[in-house]
């Protein structure tokens, strides 16, 4: 059974940043590696959407609408994933998810004001 669990969410202005963590258990630090990790977030009223993705191989790809502003990474000895987000923007308010494989996060809030 695989968990996650992020952190790093809150309250900021336009045009800061905020870093989403997330950490996983209950899989090998090597099982870790082995899948790709993404990140999604669902605004109020919206469908969930992804946002960014981290291959096993550091492939990483990201929604046209985070391009140039948010970056995905992974640790994969520490089973973590982050989100470094930058330039926020108050249309990226949402609760963000960590994904693995068929497993989530419970999500953390992020709350971007004008």
């Known amino acids: 059974q695989v968990q996650l669990v992020e952190s790093g969410g809150g309250l900021v202005q336009a045009g800061g940043s905020l870093r989403l963590s997330c950490a996983a258990s209950?899989?090998?630090?090597?099982?870790?590696?082995?899948?790709?990790m993404g990140w999604y977030r669902q605004a109020p009223g919206r469908e969930r959407e992804f946002v960014a993705t981290?291959?096993?191989?550091?492939?990483?790809s990201y929604a046209d609408s985070v391009k140039g502003r948010f970056t995905i990474s992974r640790d994969n000895a520490k089973k973590m994933v982050y989100l470094q987000m930058n330039n926020l923007k108050p249309e990226d308010t949402a609760i963000y998810y960590c994904?693995?494989?068929?497993?989530w996060g419970q999500g953390t809030q992020v709350t971007v004001s004008s």
């Open positions: 981290a291959g096993s191989g550091g492939v990483t």
């Open positions: 994904q693995r494989g068929n497993y």
């Open positions: 209950g899989a090998s630090g090597v099982m870790f590696g082995l899948l790709a």
